[in-house]
Nanobody, 125 residues
Framework: QVQLVESGGGLVQAGGSLRLSCAASGRTFSSYAMGWFRQAPGKEREFVAALRWSGGITYYADSVQGRFTISGDNAKNTVYLQMNSLKPEDTAIYYC??????????????????WGQGTQVTVSS
């Protein structure tokens, strides 16, 4: 069984930075892509960023473009999310996800096969 474990969340003031990490453990598997979603209280889970290993293609939600950077190590099935210029509206639980096969697109949670438990990010104003 594959497990994804996130770390790096916490409390930060507006304008600050955090770096999230996600590592896969368990049985060996090769993923097509990995990504990050977030869910704020009372809201649906939304796409944040994704990294397709083939070609190193990255995808971002408009709300984080230019502030967040996704990177990773395919061989280790590890992905990172560097978050700069954080805003109070970035407050949410951040989830790591892995797509084992190809996808229709990176933006849909249904395209991912494995999920982490989430890490809380809180940005104070």
């Amino acid at each position: 069984q594959v497990q994804l474990v996130e770390s790096g969340g916490g409390l930060v003031q507006a304008g600050g930075s955090l770096r999230l990490s996600c590592a896969a453990s368990g049985r060996t598997f090769s993923s097509y892509a990995m990504g990050w979603f977030r869910q704020a209280p009372g809201k649906e889970r939304e796409f944040v960023a994704a990294l397709r290993w083939s070609g190193g293609i990255t995808y971002y939600a408009d709300s984080v473009q230019g502030r967040f950077t996704i990177s990773g190590d395919n061989a280790k099935n590890t992905v990172y999310l560097q978050m700069n210029s954080l805003k109070p509206e970035d407050t949410a639980i951040y989830y790591c996800a892995a797509a084992a096969r190809g996808w229709v697109g990176p933006y849909y949670s249904t395209q991912y096969d494995y999920w982490g438990q989430g890490t809380q990010v809180t940005v104070s104003s």
